[in-house]
């Protein structure tokens, strides 16, 4: 059974920062393609950052120089560092796995960055 549980989420001011967690389970993690989205209110879920299993990373243009995706593979756990929070970030952040041409979604965690 895969899961995906995130962790991190919250209420920050902006300029603060947040490191939310994925942790994964039941999926070949090292394999694995895993990526952060966010879906604010009344808005559709869009792509924040991906990382390869070789480590290649790719982030939306709205969070390039603010935000961080990095693994543990030894952990089985994907981060995503976010500096600089602005209150447009807020949103429920999904973690994504991309496994045997699969995709698994965890529950999301909400961060809130207040003005």
């Known amino acids: 059974q895969v899961q995906l549980v995130e962790s991190g989420g919250g209420l920050v001011q902006t300029g603060g920062s947040l490191k939310l967690s994925c942790a994964a389970s039941?999926?070949?993690?090292?394999?694995?393609?895993m990526a952060w989205y966010r879906q604010a209110p009344g808005k559709q879920r869009e792509l924040v950052a991906s990382i390869t299993s070789g480590g290649s990373t790719n982030y939306a243009d709205s969070v390039k120089g603010r935000f961080t995706i990095s693994r543990d593979n030894a952990k089985n756990t994907v981060y995503l560092q976010m500096n600089s929070l602005k209150p447009e970030d807020t949103a429920v952040f999904y973690c994504?796995?991309?496994?045997?041409?699969?995709?698994?979604w965890g529950k999301g965690t909400l961060v809130t960055v207040s003005s």
């Open positions: 994504k796995a991309d496994f045997v041409f699969r995709n698994y």
């Open positions: 039941g999926i070949r993690f090292i394999t694995s393609t």
